[in-house]
């Protein structure tokens, strides 16, 4: 086996980026926008939905929160950035 065959086999899978149905995990949409896993929790309490008149979309499912990258793609598109 050579270099390029164990580290192709080793190297983690990435979700689709904008596939319908695919929801990213806090960890995942931290790695895509390049911040801190803390931003993003921060991001999803609620007292970020009182203050924030244009809260980061958020998908609960019981105690755990998910993220739609196509609604995310959106709500960076209207914050500015």
């Known amino acids: ?4 065959t164990k580290i192709a086999q ?3 899978v ?3 980026a904008s596939g319908p149905g695919v929801l990213l995990t806090p ?8 911040v801190p896993p803390t931003w993003i929790r921060e ?3 609620e007292r970020a939905r009182l ?3 244009d ?4 998908v609960r499912l019981g105690k755990y929160v998910r993220f739609s ?6 709500w960076l598109s209207r914050q500015g950035t």
């Not at 809260?55 to 958020?58: H, I, Q, W």
């Not at 990258?69 to 959106?74: F, G």
């Open 69 to 74: 990258w196509p609604a995310v793609e959106a």
């Open 1 to 4: 086996m050579n270099t390029k």
């Open 27 to 34: 960890a995942e949409l931290a790695s895509r926008l390049a």
């Open 51 to 53: 203050r924030d008149s």
């Open 10 to 12: 080793t190297a983690p």
């Open 43 to 45: 991001k999803t309490r």
């Open 14 to 16: 990435e979700p689709a």
């Open 55 to 58: 809260p980061l979309p958020v």
